[in-house]
């Protein structure tokens, strides 16, 4: 059974720095979408960022040129570097995988959820 677990939340100052992790086990990252999500109080859940095979990478306009997403194929790991964070990121941030071969922003594409992991952004 896929298993994703994310590590490495926390809270920061706005304008502060946080790198969240991803293991996966039992899945195979190629061809397939790993992303992140997050979810705020009160909101839906938000497509963040999303990667496949460490090549193709896409994020969601309100992070572009502020977050990265990344992957080690070898520990099978999906990252997600956050820099110049603002209040409105805080939230539970989730990894996600798929082997559907769905649109990669599509929450409804991911059949693979973690746990989540708490950002928490203060002003």
């Known amino acids: 059974q896929v298993q994703l677990v994310e590590s490495g939340g926390g809270s920061v100052q706005a304008g502060g720095s946080m790198n969240l992790s991803c293991a996966a086990s039992k899945f195979n990252y190629r061809n397939s979408w790993m992303a992140w999500f997050r979810q705020a109080p009160g909101k839906e859940r938000e497509w963040v960022a999303s990667?496949?095979?460490?090549?193709?990478?896409y994020y969601a306009d309100s992070v572009k040129g502020r977050f990265t997403i990344s992957q080690d194929t070898a520990k099978n790991t999906v990252y997600l570097q956050m820099t110049s964070l603002k209040p409105q990121a805080t939230a539970m941030y989730f990894c996600?995988?798929?082997?559907?071969?769905?649109?990669?922003?599509?929450?409804?594409?991911?059949?693979?959820w973690g746990q989540g992991t708490q950002v928490t952004v203060a002003s």
């Open positions: 996600a995988a798929e082997d559907k071969c769905g649109t990669y922003e599509n929450a409804g594409t991911y059949n693979f």
């Open positions: 990667i496949m095979t460490n090549v193709f990478t």
